[in-house]
């Protein structure tokens, strides 16, 4: 039903308002608009009608000083707006009809839009999901992040290598934004801490602003919106006059660049604590900035402080954060006078910590020596939190211990809740990084499985199975998912099925005519379309894939009369710049894919495509046109997953490890519609202590032992043959993600893959299957199990309007 804050408009009033914003925001007439003017005039049209639900959400919450969620993260992936936000006002067809009849083509418009891609992967893109349904379930919460200037770095191919340029998302304006500068913060950095009379002072050597730009979230149907709050780094300076007059221009600016580079540049690494002193000043930078921001508000309302936690839950995504604990404790003793007991335990109880890593290069700690020099008030007081937290607890597990300050205990120490991100995930957090904190605090570590928000990974990105959905089961699910269950029921009617295939190779149409289109590659629709879309990663073992792809090349050449199914091979992702293994795999890729694709024996059965600058945008148009789903990390290495979800609610079947949320995938889906492979978590641990496990494997696998010697001899890379001896005998000599011990279980599930998808029959109804039973990934649910665990407040989901 929708809210009364949306009135219903014509799309010839609508098209007076793009209309209006084109003359007067935009300075244009319309015999002079360029894409840009009208993209601009559609969003900023939008924008207007997100204003009123926004203002009646904030009135609201005020009114009932209940508890609000902030949700604080490095990253937010969000991608392109438009189209959200125009279904979540349900305004989709009077934007396309208004637009129609300005002349314009709303497709071309929508898609013109640049992605806010403040983000590296899952992490990233599970914020932005959250941000979506806080919205739709109509909980008061911020999400607080920072404005990068340049979001994840464009990707391109030379040569088959991957390089990287800057992206310049704001080089246009954001049409969605509000600049705050009424709202700043000094942040801190450096000097030293004076502790003479009993009550330490830092004098800090530097400063910057935070200054605020908001976007609001608008939730589904409009009923409610959120504030996404990002922090821009302005100088407290602006400019050096006095340097100006004498000519010297640079020195007149420095203070101004100094202060820049905090919120210049998104980290492109999800991998290596690289222990840069920028990333720690940017962490610091946008934690202060929030919790200032918070503080504030709570304090401007009236608020006791003793009571803080009645009002305030703070989210933690990551350590990235962390240091929001110290940070509060001391804006809570330094300015308000609390005692550190009084500080610490007040603190604990807004916060909540989630982790989303195992692997340890990617834990966060810091040079205490560095740490100091930048944080010397935080240094001390994590050295309180540390001893309070010793002596309470009787815990052996130091906080500060061997010169690093490590974020992962930091965080779990002042947090009143742990949590994983899948059962699997949550379960190995226990046993293993935090199995001495969790003896030492029982209970506090718990699991919320990961979620997607269906309006952008179905409703959005897949219009011909939304249309087939809201005929078949009505129009209520994208806010109650589980109603996808009702699918179920038509899963043995063959005219449902038939008109379920049909919106799949809809969109597998669609996928072949932006193909052609970007990059002039032309697939077969007719063909299975194998995607595997992700950061690259040795653990996520794109490599595997790629090694499988050539075993069946080589058995295709063999016997090319045989009984094949024509597959493509879809990949997408980007490689942390500094991560030289994986773009040698990239390289390899690409290296493969040259010559394959050219094999005139194999290519109408075989074909490898590898578009760049793998983005949100393209996962919506890959993700409803994917048949299979490639979900085949080394098990207990990935966290979650959230992609795996996408897949399989928009029909593609997984074949996949027993790792992360896969393993809740199947239970939902059932075994006989999962295609399951390999190792299991415990298996992987146990295969690691024998000796040589990966030579044996090859000496096993003759199969696999004839690729390696292809790659390694240079018959990919024919004019540099060397090139991957390094990566090859790397696989031999320390398979630590046991590609070669997984490979033969692996082909062996693609040819599962292979005898079902031949079958179309029975295919479509394992695909249509999988939509029907993953309703529970909706990140709906996620964050009703976050609200009703973590944040607790009777309060939080009252407001939501019936
Ligand atoms: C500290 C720095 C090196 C760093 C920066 C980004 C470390 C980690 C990350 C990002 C991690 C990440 O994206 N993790 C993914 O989180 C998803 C959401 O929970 C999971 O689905 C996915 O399995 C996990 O790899």
């Keep these: 039903m929708p809210d009364m804050s949306i009135p219903p408009v014509t799309p010839q009033d609508f098209g007076a308002e793009i209309l209006r914003h084109l003359k007067h925001s935009l300075g244009k007439d319309e015999s002079h608009a360029a894409l840009y003017d009208w993209r601009m005039s559609l969003s900023l049209a939008l924008r207007d009608r997100v204003v009123d639900p926004w203002f009646e959400s904030t009135r609201k919450t005020y009114e009932a000083r209940g508890k609000r969620v902030y949700y604080l993260s490095m990253e937010f992936l969000i991608g392109r707006l438009i189209e959200d936000v125009a279904i979540n006002l349900g305004m989709e067809e009077v934007a396309q009809a208004a637009l129609a009849e300005l002349g314009q083509d709303y497709a071309k418009i929508v898609a013109d839009e640049p992605d806010a891609a403040l983000g590296n992967g899952g992490l990233g893109r599970l914020a932005a999901c959250f941000m979506d349904s806080l919205s739709t379930l109509g909980i008061p919460a911020y999400g607080y992040g920072i404005r990068y200037e340049h979001g994840l770095f464009e990707q391109h191919f030379e040569n088959g290598a991957q390089m990287e340029t800057a992206e310049t998302w704001l080089a246009q304006r954001h049409a969605w934004e509000f600049e705050r500068p009424e709202v700043s913060y000094p942040i801190h950095f450096g000097g030293h801490v004076d502790e003479a009379e009993g009550s330490p002072v830092w004098h800090p050597e530097e400063t910057v602003m935070a200054s605020a730009y908001d976007t609001p979230v608008i939730g589904w149907q409009g009923r409610w919106a959120n504030t996404l709050r990002l922090w821009s780094a302005k100088p407290i300076t602006a400019f050096d006059l006095a340097s100006f007059n004498r000519g010297d221009y640079m020195a007149a600016s420095a203070p101004e660049a100094l202060a820049r580079t905090i919120s210049r540049v998104l980290y492109p690494d999800d991998t290596t604590k690289t222990g840069k002193e920028l990333r720690l000043k940017q962490e610091y930078f946008f934690t202060s900035a929030s919790i200032q921001d918070l503080l504030r508000r709570f304090l401007s309302e009236g608020g006791d402080l003793a009571e803080l936690a009645d009002h305030v839950a703070i989210q933690l995504n990551d350590t990235h954060p962390a240091i929001a604990g110290p940070e509060l404790v001391r804006l809570l003793m330094d300015e308000h006078g609390l005692d550190v007991a009084r500080a610490i335990s007040t603190a604990r109880r807004c916060l909540a910590y989630t982790n989303h890593t195992l692997l340890p290069e990617a834990l966060e700690r810091w040079p205490e020596e560095l740490f100091q020099s930048i944080l010397p008030r935080h240094h001390r007081i994590i050295q309180l939190i540390e001893a309070a937290h010793l002596a309470d607890s009787g815990s052996a597990v130091r ?54 928000t269906p309006r952008r990974w179905l409703y959005s990105c897949n219009p011909p199975l939304r249309a087939l959905i809201n005929e078949t089961i009505g129009t209520a699910w994208p806010d109650d998912l589980q109603q996808l269950e009702g699918l179920s029921a038509h899963a043995g009617d063959a005219a449902f099925l038939d008109r379920f295939q049909a919106a799949k190779d809809a969109n597998k149409a669609r996928l072949a005519d932006w193909l052609k289109a970007r990059d002039g590659v032309v697939l077969d629709p007719a063909a299975m379309f194998d995607v595997q879309i992700k950061r690259i990663h040795e653990y996520k073992r794109q490599l595997m894939n790629l090694l499988e792809t050539i075993a069946l090349w080589n058995e295709i050449r063999e016997n090319p009369n045989g009984d094949w199914t024509p597959r493509v091979k879809i990949f997408g992702g980007k490689a942390a710049p500094g991560y030289v293994v994986a773009k040698e795999i990239i390289h390899l890729i690409n290296d493969t894919a040259k010559l394959i694709n050219a094999d005139p024996a194999t290519r109408d059965l075989l074909q490898i495509v590898y578009p760049e600058n793998y983005n949100v945008s393209m996962a919506e148009i890959l993700i409803p046109a994917a048949d299979l789903s490639e979900q085949i990390s080394t098990a207990g290495k990935e966290a979650s997953g959230t992609g795996n979800m996408k897949f399989a609610l928009n029909g593609a079947p997984t074949i996949g490890t027993l790792d992360g949320a896969n393993v809740e995938i199947r239970e939902c889906v059932g ?3 999962f295609f399951l492979f390999g190792l299991t978590a415990a298996e992987v641990t146990a295969r690691r202590a024998e000796p040589n496990y990966a030579r044996r494997a090859v000496e096993a696998s003759p199969r696999l032992a004839r690729v390696l010697k292809q790659i390694e001899s240079g018959v990919f890379s024919p004019s540099d043959k060397g090139r991957y001896s390094g990566l090859i005998q790397g696989l031999l000599d320390h398979d630590y993600f046991l590609v070669t011990c997984d490979f033969d279980s692996y ?36 964050i009703t199990g976050y609200a009703r665990d973590i944040w607790t407040a009777s309060s939080l989901i009252a407001s939501r309007s019936s």
């Design 399 to 452: 906080i500060i211990e061997h010169g690093e300050v490590k974020m992962g205990e930091l965080a779990f120490v002042m947090a009143h809740k742990v949590n994983g991100v899948s059962a699997l995930h949550s379960d190995l957090v226990k046993e293993t990084v935090f199995a001495d904190l969790n003896r030492d605090y029982p209970g506090r570590i718990i699991n919320q499985t990961n979620g997607i």
């Design 671 to 673: 075994a006989e519609n």
């Design 747 to 782: 082909f062996e599930a693609q040819r599962r893959v292979d005898t079902v998808f031949a079958d179309q029959a029975a295919w479509t109804r394992m695909a249509a299957l999988n939509t029907a039973r993953v309703g529970w990934f909706s990140s709906d649910r996620t």
